[in-house]
């Protein structure tokens, strides 16, 4: 597959913030808010994601979706935040992971994220809020 990475990243317009960790259910199948995120990007001319709260878990390096049982079915077609991390990553998106969160869901340090996801300290996001043209939370 190609490398879909823009060598020499724009400033983003809009900044994108995920705080609520959603896993999914067996009717969703289509969309979320990091599938939505990628939409946006294209249509808003850049978008950076800032996942704060249990949304940090989304870049959690080595975890494995775990399937759902259901009586005797199995269901292990629910969707991999981490696969959208990933891609989003490989659209050029840059996706920044609150410290603090890190550090309360056992994420911080070497190896805790998915390659790509930066840390950033809570007050170091908000004052970049005004460089962008756009807030907004999904």
């Known amino acids: 597959m190609a490398d879909r990475r823009d060598p020499a990243p724009r400033q983003a317009q809009v900044l994108a913030i995920v705080e ?16 939505l995120a990628a939409e946006l990007n294209r249509q808003l001319g850049g978008m950076d994601i800032l996942l704060r709260g249990q949304a940090v878990t989304y870049a959690a390096r080595d975890v494995r979706m775990p399937s759902l049982r259901l009586g005797k079915r199995v269901i292990d077609t629910l969707t991999d935040p981490r ?3 990933r891609n989003l990553l490989d659209l050029g998106m840059r996706v920044y992971a609150d410290e603090s969160d890190l550090i309360t869901y ?12 930066q840390p950033v300290p809570a007050d170091e996001a908000a004052a970049r809020w005004s460089s962008y ?5 999904l």
């Not at 259910?25 to 969309?31: C, G, I, R, S, Y």
């Not at 056992?106 to 996801?117: F, K, P, S, T, Y």
């Not at 043209?133 to 939370?137: G, L």
């Open 20 to 35: 609520r960790a959603y896993r999914g259910a067996v009717e969703k199948q289509f969309v979320d808010s990091l599938y």
């Open 83 to 85: 696969a959208d991390v």
């Open 133 to 137: 043209r756009m807030v907004c939370f």
């Open 106 to 117: 056992g994420l911080a340090g070497e190896g805790g994220c998915l390659d790509g996801v």
